[in-house]
């Protein structure tokens, strides 16, 4: 998933599996510490094969990482209610639902059934309303981190493993005086991944099918949260020469990445399925 690249014939390439291994070596660690195994309940109500197949590798990342947890296969138009029972279920720890279920507005709706100390994808509106707010924590004596999506998370423990994120500096500062582009804009990743970068101190260009944009905090790091701007006649082509990282998640021939236009030393990190280069 992760890579540092040079366009010269020099770089190093990181795979995701040698951070993650060291991150599930800390999980495990604070797993142990606790009374018991914490349960993770997925609810199956979808059809499709790629959610079963997720509900699976959930159930094997688990139980190798010392969780349990305990897959629930249930009626689309019962969901609702077993979602509402597992809330009130001191014996359940976190909850999963395996989307799509119904493709439509009414799976949002059951994003929000899940109680917030359940809700193990960060998907309720309280999460994602914190996220673009930067608020990070759900209570005042800041005890409970928000849970932030998992996919953007992912990308910013990359950076936090290539030093990227400088510890010098205050928290919620780190990544001050770098200059990032992701190629992406979705919803799930691309939009919230650019906020968090852009919390986090970052100039970020948000570079998608309908152009440019700039997420930042101001000059300064004068603002609370980051705004966002429209970069007027912008391209990818504009944005890679100054930008210290490039992230990039679009697969397709529109969006590879012209590596000639890299700044030396760049870090890359490409989510999407397949190479962008």
């Given at each position: 998933?992760?890579?540092?690249?040079?366009?010269?014939?020099?770089?190093?390439?990181?795979?995701?599996?040698?951070?993650?291994?060291?991150?599930?070596?800390?999980?495990?660690?604070?797993?142990?510490?606790?009374?018991?195994?914490p349960l993770l309940a997925g609810f199956l109500s979808s059809t499709d094969p790629a959610a079963r197949t997720y509900a699976e590798w959930t159930g094997k990342t688990c139980?190798?990482?010392?969780?349990?947890?305990?897959?629930?296969?249930?009626?689309?138009?019962?969901?609702?209610?077993?979602?509402?029972?597992?809330?009130?279920?001191?014996?359940?720890?976190?909850?999963?639902?395996?989307?799509?279920?119904?493709?439509?507005?009414?799976?949002?709706?059951?994003?929000?059934?899940?109680?917030?100390?359940?809700?193990?994808?960060?998907?309720?509106?309280?999460?994602?309303?914190?996220?673009?707010?930067?608020?990070?924590?759900?209570?005042?004596?800041?005890?409970?981190?928000?849970?932030?999506?998992?996919?953007?998370?992912?990308?910013?423990?990359?950076?936090?493993?290539?030093?990227?994120?400088?510890?010098?500096?205050?928290?919620?500062?780190?990544?001050?005086g770098h200059t990032i582009t992701v190629i992406n804009r979705s919803e799930v990743v691309g939009r919230p991944l650019a906020a968090l970068l852009a919390n986090d101190g970052?100039?970020?260009?948000?570079?998608?099918?309908?152009?440019?944009?700039?997420?930042?905090?101001?000059?300064?790091?004068?603002?609370?949260?980051?705004?966002?701007?429209?970069?007027?006649?912008?391209?990818?082509?504009?944005?890679?020469?100054?930008?210290?990282?490039?992230?990039?998640?679009?697969?397709?021939?529109?969006?590879?990445?012209?590596?000639?236009?890299?700044?030396?030393?760049?870090?890359?990190?490409?989510?999407?399925?397949?190479?962008?280069?």
């Amino acid at each position: 998933m992760a890579s540092t690249l040079d366009p010269s014939a020099n770089c190093k390439v990181v795979l995701a599996n040698t951070i993650a291994k060291k991150l599930q070596e800390e999980v495990c660690e604070g797993v142990r510490t606790l009374r018991r195994a914490p349960l993770l309940a997925g609810f199956l109500s979808s059809t499709d094969p790629a959610a079963r197949t997720y509900a699976e590798w959930t159930g094997k990342t688990c139980r190798d990482n010392g969780f349990q947890f305990e897959l629930r296969e249930v009626d689309k138009d019962d969901l609702e209610e077993a979602l509402i029972a597992a809330n009130h279920d001191t014996g359940v720890d976190g909850i999963i639902v395996y989307y799509p279920i119904f493709n439509n507005r009414q799976d949002q709706y059951l994003q929000q059934i899940v109680d917030v100390g359940k809700d193990v994808e960060g998907l309720s509106h309280q999460y994602i309303f914190n996220m673009y707010q930067n608020i990070r924590f759900l209570d005042p004596s800041q005890q409970k981190k928000s849970v932030l999506p998992c996919t953007p998370l992912a990308v910013i423990k990359i950076l936090e493993h290539l030093q990227i994120y400088n510890t010098i500096l205050p928290y919620g500062n780190r990544l001050f005086g770098h200059t990032i582009t992701v190629i992406n804009r979705s919803e799930v990743v691309g939009r919230p991944l650019a906020a968090l970068l852009a919390n986090d101190g970052a100039r970020v260009y948000s570079v998608d099918l309908d152009g440019v944009q700039q997420f930042h905090r101001g000059q300064g790091l004068k603002k609370r949260r980051h705004e966002v701007e429209e970069k007027t006649g912008w391209t990818l082509e504009t944005c890679l020469p100054e930008s210290d990282v490039v992230i990039s998640g679009i697969p397709g021939e529109k969006f590879k990445v012209p590596v000639q236009l890299l700044r030396e030393g760049a870090v890359c990190i490409n989510f999407s399925s397949e190479k962008v280069s």
